[in-house]
Every structure is written in C-alpha cells, then in structure tokens.
C-alpha cells in the first residue's frame, strides 16, 4: 500500500470536493457499494439514482456566492430599483397606506362579480295608458302665495289655488330655503331663489394651530422602514426585492402584505414572549441552531425525519387542526426568537441562516397531515421572512425526494437553484463539510461537536484529511520536552486500522506504543470520536497512523494541543 505521512504543525486543511471520487481498487478489494440505487414506481417503472445523479445534485450550488448588502456595491440597475422601492415605501407611509384595510383578493372580486350575475331580475310590464292632460297654470294673480318669515329665510310652506269658479284649493308645494333681504320682506316681495351653488370637493377645514399627520411607521424585525438607521433598513428592503426579482411594485405589495399578516398572525402582539408550554417546547429538540457556517451564518438544524416518526411529537403537533396551528404559531415564535438571538442586519453583518434539513426517516407521502403542516410552515416563512436563508442544505435525502427536487427544479429561479444542495446519506458529511466547518458540525452528522464539558471546544480547529482507497496516512504531533498532548481523532464511517506511537528524538531511547493497533468499526455502539493523551517525558514526536484498507476514500479529521508538564 501507499503511505502518506502529515505534519500537523504545518499541514494547511485540504479542500474538500463534494464529488463522487472514483478509485482504482487494489487487488480483490471489497465489493464496491451498488452506485446506483433502483427504486419502484407505482406504474412498474424502475427509478434509479446513478452516481452521475448525486453528483450533479450535490455540487449544484457550488459557484454560489452570496450576494452583498453594501448598496454602494451593488449594480446600478440594483441601485435604481432600491431607490425606487424607497420612493413607493415614503409616499405609502405619508398616505397612509399601511393601516388601510386591505384590497379585495382576486378571489373576493370574483366572488362578487358572480354573485351579481347570479341575482335574478324581475320584469316590470306595465299598461301603457295615456298621460293626463296637464292642468293650466295659474296666473300670477290667481295664485296666494303663503310666505312665512323666519329670521331672514323664507320658507315658502303652500300655495292657494283660485279656480275660475272662485274656490280656492291648498295645493302642498315642497319647502324650499330662500334667503331673503330685509326690504323684501318689508315690501312683501318675493324673490326668485339663486340658483344652487356649483359643486365642490370636499374639504375639511383644519382647526386653527393643527399640526400634519405625520408620516406611519412601520418596524420589521426590531428595524424601522427609512428610519434613523439607514443602512438597516436597506438591508430589509434589499431582501424584499431579491424576492421579488428587483421589482419595486412587487417587493412594496410584498412587504405590506408581510406587515398585515404579522398583525393578524399574532406576531406584533408579543408572540416572541408568549408561553406556548412545555409539550411545545420539546419540539425544540427537532428544530433548533447550533454553531455557525464557514461564513459565519448560524446553522438551523430541522429534523424532518422525527417530526412525522416520533408518536409523542405527532401528538403534540399534528393530530388534530388544532395542534396544526399550535405548531405553526411556535414555528413562527422560534423563527423570530432566532432572528432576535443571531442575526443583525448590517450591511456587512450576519443577516441569514444556514438551514441543514435532516430527511432521515422522512415520513414519507402517506402522513399527510404531518406533510400538510410542514409545507404550510415553510410556505408562511417563504411569503413573510424573504432571503433569510443563505444555503438549503438537504442531507440524508431519500431517493423519493431526489427525483421529486429534480421535477420542481425547471420551476426555480437561478437564485433559489444557487441555494439548494441535496446530499444522500453517504454524502451527508461531505455536503455538510462544504458549508460548515467540522469543528462545528454534531457529531451525529460526522462532525466533532458535541454537547457538555470537553477538552476541545468550537475555537479548537480541526485538520480535515482525504485518505485515498488503500493506502495509510501519517499525522505526527512533535513534542519539545516535558509536554503533554491530547488529541481527538475521528475518521467519517471510519472501517479502518488506528495505531499511535511515540518516537523520541534521541536514537538511544525506545519508542513507545500508545494504543496498539486496532480496527475501528462504524457499529452505533463504538464512540465515533477517540480522545486521548500522551505525557512525554522528552522531545520526540506523537504518530497517529490510519490504514484505510477499503476501496472507498475516507475523510478523516482531527486537532491536538499540547500544555507543559511541570
């Protein structure tokens, strides 16, 4: 076999290439894994995931760059829509525009416009007869004209009718406001009314020293929209307009329609504060954030596969519409408490996630009610929290769900596809390695992060390794003195041969076996991370020896520090 060796003191971390690596095995290797993975359709057509399939999954969003918040870095046309955006945003808070009920939907003017079609009409036939002839005027001097006065008003209440044969007749005639001038009422002259003033807008008069409404505000996520901080808002309202491919009108509609739903959801009303109870607080364990990626986002972790295989968490959230809702008004209250917890909105700040969805155990299509409240809690976050997701890491992802990414893939936006990354469970480490940093990542998930009191922490960076098929590799810690070395070493899947030794400097001494050579397993009972330590009583060098004697590459990671013995 070939040997590698490595100096941990100067060894630099190798790059690791989510692909799938093809070696030439050695003679009679072990039988290499099934690359692809056949699968039946419910027509009787066989599905296959090939390797070409998972590779091109997996490195999908490998040119992704995250783009800035600086606004004087972006491209002008950015620039101009921002500018845009900010215009509409004003003239709608000066409206304002915010606290008006909101338009009809679609769906209600449809509603309407049905509902007037479908209201039957009634025919009115009525008997043509002809028009009475219309009686005579009477003539001025036939006619009594009784006027009563009434502080400068006329009031014109009834006129007295004389016919030819001398009776008089009360005919009503509508009461109609006259002003009248003081020598008409002394001569007893009547005047013709003016006629009615032309019709104007309406206004209202302001009383004396009222001061203009001001303009509304409007807060989202703790950041006033074209407030004193200038350069938080435009970094809410940039990711507004990525949403809505840098159409101003669109990214506007969007955030008004974000502000109405956070007042009729709850969420303005103290949701971040309210105790939704202890059965709800154990989904915590499902959903939660734990360290942050290369790039300094902080990683949510989603545990999709439990969510529908737990019976004591269905009960709590899915077994009836009731629990549904419960569980979208804490999926809201978590994503809020994150945001409030982890994200600061600067231009060169953090302003997004990582999110890591687990597919193990994935419920598959038939839990229907556990799929129908997911999807509504992802479909809320995607309409009212845009761009908070830097990557969209899917790892253990069932051959299902593969094809299913690959169907709706035609439908996505260059931006959303730059952000998606599905990775099978023989790829969960590799894709995760790509994004977060080892030292970061649970160790349930091939990482070196775990929970409690431990010699190493996160600050304590860790060498990542490819071993090729069937060779060994080398790592040596060189040792000054009296020192004492501890080390953590963990090889992903590991199936291979692990060994340490200490060599001394001087030829006259012995080397020393620190752990025999042994074999390491993948069994679930075996602790996939070795912590160990070695005292030196002179200069020398501790050599850790990995023989991967598979057909198949190994990741292997690991990190020391040394500290004087006195």
């Not at 679609?106 to 009686?135: D, I, Q, R």
């Not at 507004?240 to 506007?252: H, I, M, Q, W, Y």
């Not at 069932?398 to 099978?424: E, G, N």
């Not at 030196?536 to 013995?565: C, F, M, Q, W």
Request: net charge negative; with cysteine.
């Amino acid at each position: 076999m070939a040997t590698e060796y490595t100096k941990a003191a100067a060894e630099a971390t190798e790059e690791v290439v989510v692909v799938a690596e093809k070696e030439l095995p050695p003679p009679q290797p072990e039988a290499e894994e099934e690359s692809a993975v056949g699968k039946e359709a419910e027509g009787g057509e066989k599905l296959q995931v090939t390797e070409k399939d998972e590779k091109s999954i997996i490195s999908q969003s490998v040119s992704f760059k995250e783009e800035t918040n600086v606004v004087g870095k972006l491209p002008d046309s950015q620039k101009k829509a921002l500018d845009e955006l900010k215009q509409l945003l004003r003239e709608a808070l000066e409206k304002p525009e915010f606290s008006a009920p909101p338009p009809p939907t679609p769906e209600e003017e449809k509603k309407k416009e049905e509902a007037k079609e479908e209201k039957p009409t009634e025919a009115v036939v009525v008997a043509e007869e002809p028009p009475p002839p219309p009686p005579p005027p009477p003539s001025v001097a036939e006619a009594e004209v009784v006027v009563v006065v009434e502080q400068g008003v006329e009031k014109v209440e009834a006129a007295v009718i004389v016919d030819d044969d001398g009776a008089k007749t009360v005919e009503a005639i509508k009461e109609t406001i006259v002003e009248v001038s003081a020598a008409a009422v002394k001569t007893g002259e009547v005047a013709a009314p003016p006629p009615p003033p032309a019709l104007e807008p309406e206004q209202k008069a302001e009383p004396e020293g009222a001061t203009p409404l001001e303009p509304e505000k409007v807060s989202l996520w703790g950041v006033t929209l074209l407030g004193d901080d200038g350069e938080k808002s435009d970094v809410v309202l940039l990711k507004f307009l990525r949403a809505r491919d840098f159409k101003p009108k669109e990214a506007l509609a969007m955030i008004k329609s974000t502000v109405r739903w956070r007042k009729e959801f709850g969420v303005e009303a103290g949701l971040i504060q309210e105790d939704l109870g202890t059965a709800m607080a154990r989904l915590e364990e499902l959903v939660y954030v734990h360290g942050t990626g290369r790039d300094g986002h902080p990683v949510c972790y989603n545990l999709y596969g439990e969510l529908g295989r737990r019976k004591e968490v269905h009960e709590i959230a899915f077994a009836d519409e009731e629990k549904r809702k419960g569980f979208l008004k804490w999926r809201v209250q978590f994503m809020e408490r994150a945001i409030e917890r982890h994200l600061d909105f600067r231009p060169n700040g953090v302003c997004s996630f990582v999110q890591v969805n687990d597919m193990k155990n994935s419920p598959g299509l038939l839990k229907r009610e556990v799929w129908a409240a997911t999807n509504k809690a992802v479909q809320l976050l995607q309409d009212n929290y845009p761009e908070f997701v830097a990557k969209q890491v899917f790892i253990n992802t069932p051959w299902w769900y593969l094809f299913f990414s690959k169907a709706i893939s035609p439908f996505l936006t260059q931006r959303s596809k730059s952000k998606f990354v599905f990775a099978t469970p023989s790829k969960t480490s590799e894709a995760l390695f790509k994004y977060i940093a080892p030292e970061q990542v649970p160790v349930q998930y091939g990482g070196l992060s775990r929970s409690g009191e431990q010699k190493f922490t996160a600050a304590d960076t860790v060498t990542e390794v490819t071993i090729k098929a069937a060779t060994n590799h080398t790592v040596e810690f060189p040792v000054s003195g009296s020192y004492e070395v501890a080390w953590e070493v963990r090889v992903v899947g590991w199936e291979v041969s692990y060994g340490v030794e200490f060599v001394p400097e001087s030829e006259s001494s012995y080397a020393v076996i620190v752990s025999k050579t042994k074999a390491m397993s993948n069994a679930s009972d075996n602790d996939p991370i070795v912590s160990d330590s070695f005292k030196a009583k002179e200069s020398g060098k501790v050599v850790i020896t990995i023989d991967n004697h598979s057909s198949k590459k190994k990741i292997l990671l690991y990190r020391s520090k040394t500290k004087p013995v006195h």
